[in-house]
């Protein structure tokens, strides 16, 4: 049972608009910020959004975050078949002092 | 160009004490901008934080895993290193080690190891 709670699966067309939802608390979510990670199968997740909406350099611009209370979103705008992978929210826990992630989500581009 | 690179034993018997270390290169363990981190992942499953160490030598660690943990750094070396006793079937899954840069407006983990399989099993 992991600490924030995010859909298993997703899916969508080539070039269709995908959302992923991450739910916490006001111990993670509500107090800091939501980084977002892909993997790749047999890879190392790698960052694609940090604090909330920023994406570090060569991350296409058809990734975008947001954060809203204790929930965070990362949608996928002009979906290619190469986003197919699994993605994870993290943050960190006040209350464990520690940083805890999502179950995961899995992405399927049909 | 920052690397890291998990190395250890692949298959751990139950009981005993799984100790891996990631070796890092072109960044430097003893700066005091970032944190060097450890992360599992079961087969088929998510993330888990297992704990992380700074420069200084302090360490914190995930509370369910707390009593197993010791994370250590080599700064001759530029290595750093966890160890995990009393291992069950439960621990196995891929360990990454990570690099955890410190912000102002929040940590993040921006370099990763390629990860390695440790199996615990008699």
């Known amino acids: 049972q992991s600490v924030l709670t995010q859909p298993p699966s997703a899916s969508g067309t080539p070039g269709q608009r995908v959302t992923i939802s991450c739910s916490g608390s006001?111990?993670?979510?509500?107090?800091?910020?939501v980084y977002w990670y892909h993997q790749l199968p047999g890879m190392a997740p790698s960052l694609l959004i940090y604090?909330?909406?920023q994406r570090p350099s060569g991350v296409p611009d058809r990734f975008s975050g947001s954060k809203s209370g204790t929930s965070a979103s990362l949608a996928i705008s002009g979906l290619r078949s190469e986003d197919e992978a699994d993605y994870y929210c993290a943050t960190w826990d006040d209350s464990l002092s520690g940083w805890v992630f999502g179950g995961g989500t899995k992405l399927t581009v049909l | 160009q920052v690397q890291l690179q998990e190395s250890g034993p692949g298959l751990v018997k139950p009981s005993q004490t799984l100790s891996l270390t990631c070796t890092v290169s072109g960044a430097s363990i003893s700066s005091g901008a970032y944190y060097f981190d450890w992360i599992r992942q079961p087969a088929g499953k998510g993330l888990e934080w297992i704990g992380r160490m700074f420069t200084t030598g302090s360490t914190d660690y995930n509370p369910s895993l707390k009593s197993r943990v010791t994370i250590s750094g080599d700064t001759s070396k530029n290595r750093f290193s966890l160890d995990l006793s009393s291992v069950t079937a439960a621990d196995t899954a891929v360990y990454y080690c990570?690099?955890?840069?410190?912000?102002?407006?929040?940590?993040?983990?921006?370099?990763w190891g390629q990860g390695i399989l440790v199996t615990v099993s008699s």
């Open positions: 604090r909330n909406n």
């Open positions: 006001t111990s993670t979510i509500g107090s800091n910020s």
């Open positions: 990570a690099r955890e840069r410190i912000t102002v407006e929040g940590n993040l983990f921006d370099f």
